[in-house]
C-alpha cells in the first residue's frame, strides 16, 4: 500500500504526508488508546494519492492558470474561480491503482471491526490545523458513506473540496501556495451519533482563557450542529484538578434549548450534490430539549480524556467527540490545537471596558469578548452577500460556517440567532478579534440593516445590543507592572459570568461575593417560593417558576444547584486563595420583587433598618430558606472541594442573633473550624463597633461596610440627594467607630478589612486606614487599580505605631 497508512501506522511527525487532521487522529489511536482514550479506527489515503491525482490528469498547469485569474483585492471573482477549480477536479478520471488501495484498506477495516461498517470520510489539507492556524472545516467531510462505489465517489469530492471558496481565500490570506498544499483524505468507522449525541470541548475556558477548568458542550445527533452554532448547546465547566478528589468536580451547568437534532438523510450518495444534502435536521423533542445530553459521569470521563491528551500534546486543545446510540460509547473523532489563548504571548495585558451610556437595548445574546464596539449592522443572508459589509460594520446572520471565514475579518462585531460558546461563529470571532453575540434567537428580526448599534460583550456571559452608539470607557491594564501593597487587596464580586477574567488582576482573593446577586440574576426566584411551591397559588407564578426549574422534580434543588454552581464558580476561578461569601442581604421590598417574592414577605415602612440580614436568618418567615442557603455552601464546601469558601453575615444587630444564626449553621453542617471553615461578620451598626470585642469571640474577623456603618451612625439615609452633604466618609463619628473597631479586632486576635469606594477615591482615606492598622480592603473591580496605587502611597507614608 504505497498510498494508504492506517492509523495504527501515522504518528503527529507524518502531518505532511496525511495533514493536520489524520496525523493527530493516528496520534491518538496509536498513542493513547492504552490510556483508554477511544478513537475509531480507520486510515488515510496520504497526499501521494493527491498527487497521482493531479499529476495522471495533467492538472497541475491547470488549476494554476484557473486561479492567477483570481481578484486578489476584492475577490469578486472568488465564487466563479472556485466553482470552475472544483469542476475541473470533479470532471478528472479517479486513477485505478488508487481505488484498488483504497477498497482494499476498506476490507481490512471491516475485517477488524468484524462487520459491515458505516464510514466518515473527511478531508485533512496539509496546512490544516496547524498549531498556528486551527481554521478546520476549509474542505468537505462526508458522512455515513456505505459501499465501495459510494467510497470513491467520496474521496473523489474531498479533492475538489481543496479548492471550496474558503479554502482559496484562507490560503491567500495565510500566504499558502495553492499548488503546494495537498490533501489527505481519512477513512474512519462512523461513529452513530446520530443516535445519541455529540459536541466540542476545550481544556481551558474558550472565552478567557482561564486554564484550571474544562468545556463541555454538546448537542442530540451529529456534532454539526454544535460546530455550526445551528444550536444553543448544553454547557458543563469542570475543574480539572479535582476530578478523583471531591464528589462533584462539574461545577456549572448549563441547560441548552438543544431545538433540532441531526441526523442522516434516507439518500444515497448519488443523490446528494453537497454534503449538507446528506443530513436532515429535526425538531428535537420536548424530552429530549428538556435533559442534558450526558451524564455526570460521562462529562468527567470526558474531561479525563481532554487531560491527557492535553498532556500528551503539551499543549491546550479544542476536541471533538462523539456518543454512539448503539453501543452507548463515547469516541473522540478530533483533537486540534486551542490557537486563540495559547497564542497570546501578553497574557499581562489587556483592557478592561465600562459601558456608561447605552440606548434602547434591542436583543442580546451569549457574549464573547470582553469588549464594547459600536458600528453599522449588516444584515447578511449568504457569505455571497460580502460585498455589502464594509470594514468596520457589524455583521448581523442566522449562523455561520466556515464558509463565512472570509467575510468575518471585515466585521468589528457578530451578532447571529443561533451558536454556542463552542459553535463556528465564537471561535472565529475569537480568532480574528471581533467581539461576537452568538444565540440571540431573533436579531435578524430586532436589528434593521444599516441601523447604528452598539455591541457589549463586557457585562459578563451576556452579550446586549443596544440602539444607537453608547458610550464606555476603556482602561489599559498591565498587571506584570502593579506591585502589591502590603494590605491584602481583595475584590468585590457578584457576577460568576465575570469570575474568571477578573481572576487574572491582581488580588488577593475575593473579599466580598454577594450572594444576592446570584439569587436575583441567575435564580430569579423567591427560596420560600420554590421551598413551599405546592402552597403557591397565582397560576402565572407557577408557570413562570415551572418554565426556569423544569428540570428539577424537587424545586428546592434549583435553588440549592444553582447556587451552589454560581459560587463554585468564583471559588474556582480564585482557589486557593479565600473567597468570603456573604449570606443573603437583600431588604424586604428587594425580595418581594423576586417571582412569587410578594407571598412571602412583609410591607415594611423602613426595609432599610428593617427585616434585613441575619434577623431573617432564625425567624418563621425565612429559616426554611436560610437553610437552603446553607445546604448550597455545603455543597459548595464539601461535594466540590472549595474549602477557600469563607462565609459571612451581614446586618448583626446583637450578641444573641450571632448566635442564633451560628447555631442554625451548625445543625445544617457549617461547623467554624471544621474542614478550615471561617465565620466572618459585617462591620455595619454601631453596636458592631462599640461591642467588637463581644462579637471577635464568635467570629473569626470582620469586614466593615462603610457605607451602612456612615448612615447608621449619622441617622442619614445613604440614597437621599437632600442629605448627601451630611453622609460622608470622613465624618470624625464614623472615623472613630472604624478606628476602635480595627483597635478591637486587632487586640482580640481577630481579621478585620474593609469592603468600599471610598479608598479608590480618596487617597486620605486610604491613609487612614493604613494608619489604623487595617488588614485588607477589598475593591470593585474598576476601582482595583487605582486603590492599589492609594494604597502603595498610603504605606510609604504610614504614622509609625505609638
Request: with cysteine; hydrophobic share 40%.
Amino acid at each position: 500500500m504505497k498510498q494508504i497508512k492506517n492509523f495504527s501506522e501515522i504518528r503527529l511527525k507524518d502531518i505532511a504526508l496525511v495533514g493536520g487532521k489524520n496525523s493527530s487522529l493516528g496520534e491518538m489511536f496509536s498513542e493513547l488508546s492504552s490510556k483508554g482514550i477511544k478513537v475509531p479506527d480507520g486510515f488515510a489515503v496520504t497526499s501521494d494519492g493527491y498527487w497521482s491525482f493531479l499529476n495522471e490528469n495533467e492538472l497541475v498547469p491547470k488549476l494554476t492558470a484557473i486561479l492567477s485569474e483570481l481578484d486578489l483585492k476584492t475577490f469578486n471573482n472568488l465564487s466563479e474561480i472556485g466553482s470552475r477549480a472544483r469542476q475541473l477536479l470533479l470532471d478528472a478520471s479517479f486513477p485505478k491503482d488508487l481505488s484498488d488501495e483504497i477498497l482494499a484498506s476498506y476490507k481490512h477495516l471491516e475485517k477488524r471491526a468484524g462487520s459491515t461498517v458505516s464510514l466518515a470520510v473527511r478531508s485533512s489539507a496539509t496546512a490544516e490545523d496547524l498549531p498556528n492556524a486551527s481554521f478546520a472545516g476549509q474542505q468537505e467531510s462526508y458522512l455515513n458513506v456505505q459501499g465501495a462505489e459510494n467510497l470513491i465517489f467520496a474521496c473523489h469530492r474531498c479533492y475538489a473540496s481543496l479548492f471550496t471558496d474558503r479554502a482559496i481565500k484562507y490560503r491567500v490570506d495565510n500566504g499558502f501556495d495553492h499548488m503546494k498544499v495537498a490533501l489527505s483524505i481519512g477513512i474512519q468507522i462512523m461513529v452513530r451519533s446520530d443516535k445519541a449525541c455529540a459536541g466540542v470541548m476545550f481544556t481551558l475556558d474558550p472565552d478567557t482563557g482561564f486554564d484550571k477548568v474544562a468545556l463541555v458542550s454538546g448537542a442530540w445527533g451529529l456534532g454539526e450542529n454544535v460546530v455550526q452554532g445551528s444550536v444553543n448547546t448544553d454547557e458543563f465547566l469542570v475543574y480539572k484538578s479535582f476530578i478523583g478528589k471531591v464528589k462533584q468536580p462539574i461545577i456549572s451547568r448549563i441547560l441548552g434549548s438543544k431545538v433540532k437534532t441531526m441526523v442522516y438523510a434516507d439518500k444515497k450518495l448519488e443523490e446528494i450534490s453537497k454534503p449538507e444534502d446528506a443530513i436532515i435536521n429535526l425538531d428535537t423533542s420536548d424530552e429530549n430539549r428538556q435533559k442534558y445530553i450526558l451524564t455526570d459521569d460521562e462529562v468527567v470521563q470526558l474531561t479525563e480524556w481532554a487531560i491527557l491528551l492535553q498532556a500528551h500534546y503539551e499543549r491546550h486543545m479544542d476536541i471533538e467527540w462523539a456518543k454512539d446510540g448503539d453501543t452507548n460509547e463515547i469516541f473522540i473523532v478530533q483533537a486540534r490545537p486551542e490557537t486563540v489563548h495559547s497564542q497570546n504571548e501578553n497574557k499581562s495585558q489587556f483592557k478592561e471596558y465600562q459601558i456608561k451610556e447605552k440606548g434602547e437595548l434591542i436583543c442580546q445574546g451569549i457574549g464573547l469578548g470582553n469588549r464594547i464596539t459600536s458600528g453599522i449592522a449588516r444584515l447578511l443572508d449568504s457569505p455571497k452577500d460580502i460585498d455589502k459589509l464594509n470594514v468596520g460594520e457589524i455583521l448581523v446572520t442566522g449562523r455561520t460556517d466556515p464558509d463565512w471565514d472570509p467575510i468575518l475579518k471585515k466585521a468589528a462585531g457578530i451578532v447571529t440567532d443561533q451558536g454556542g460558546r463552542t459553535s463556528h461563529a465564537a471561535i472565529v470571532a475569537r480568532e480574528v478579534g471581533a467581539v461576537a453575540i452568538v444565540g440571540t434567537g431573533d436579531a435578524t428580526k430586532t436589528i434593521k440593516d444599516g441601523q447604528l448599534v452598539t455591541i457589549s460583550t463586557a457585562e459578563g456571559d451576556t452579550g446586549f445590543v443596544y440602539e444607537g452608539k453608547g458610550t464606555w470607557d476603556e482602561q489599559e491594564i498591565d498587571t506584570s507592572k502593579i506591585e502589591m501593597p502590603k494590605t491584602k487587596i481583595m475584590l468585590i464580586l457578584a457576577d460568576p459570568d465575570k469570575a474568571f477574567r477578573y481572576s487574572l488582576f491582581p488580588n488577593n482573593g475575593v473579599g466580598l461575593m454577594r450572594m444576592e446577586f446570584i439569587i436575583n440574576n441567575t435564580i430569579k426566584i423567591h427560596p420560600m417560593a420554590l421551598h413551599h411551591f405546592d402552597q403557591l397559588k397565582d397560576k402565572a407564578v407557577i408557570k413562570e417558576i415551572e418554565n426556569l426549574s423544569h428540570h428539577y422534580p424537587d424545586k428546592k434543588d434549583y435553588f440549592i444547584h444553582k447556587l451552589a454552581e454560581a459560587t463554585a464558580t468564583i471559588a474556582a476561578a480564585f482557589y486557593p486563595k479565600d473567597v468570603i461569601v456573604r449570606m443573603s442581604d437583600f431588604k424586604s421590598n428587594e425580595y418581594a420583587g423576586l417571582l412569587g417574592g410578594d407571598t412571602f414577605e412583609p410591607v415594611e415602612q423602613n426595609p432599610m433598618i428593617g427585616f434585613r440580614g441575619a434577623s431573617r436568618y432564625y425567624h418563621p418567615l425565612y429559616k426554611d430558606a436560610f437553610v437552603m442557603e446553607c445546604e448550597a455552601m455545603k455543597m459548595v464546601r464539601d461535594e466540590m472541594g472549595f474549602t477557600n469558601i469563607k462565609l459571612m453575615l451581614p446586618f448583626v444587630r446583637t450578641i444573641k442573633e450571632a448566635t442564633n444564626v451560628i447555631a442554625i449553621m451548625k445543625e445544617n453542617g457549617l461547623v467554624r473550624g471544621e474542614k478550615n471553615l471561617e465565620l466572618y461578620m459585617m462591620l455595619e451598626i454601631p453596636s458592631n463597633a462599640l461591642l467588637a470585642e463581644e462579637f471577635a469571640k464568635h467570629f473569626d474577623g470582620f469586614s466593615i461596610g462603610s457605607n451602612d456603618l456612615t448612615q447608621l451612625t449619622l441617622g442619614a439615609d445613604r440614597d437621599s440627594e437632600l442629605l448627601s452633604d451630611i453622609f460622608s466618609p470622613f465624618d470624625p463619628a464614623v472615623m472613630q467607630l472604624i478606628s476602635m473597631a480595627v483597635t478591637k479586632a486587632k487586640a482580640e486576635g481577630v481579621k478585620i478589612g474593609l469592603c468600599g469606594q471610598a479608598p479608590s477615591d480618596y487617597p486620605e482615606y486610604s491613609q487612614f486606614l493604613v494608619d489604623c492598622g487595617i488588614d485588607s480592603i477589598s475593591f470593585n473591580p474598576d476601582a482595583l487599580i487605582k486603590g492599589i496605587s492609594n494604597m502603595h502611597e498610603a504605606e510609604s507614608k504610614k504614622l509609625p505605631a505609638s
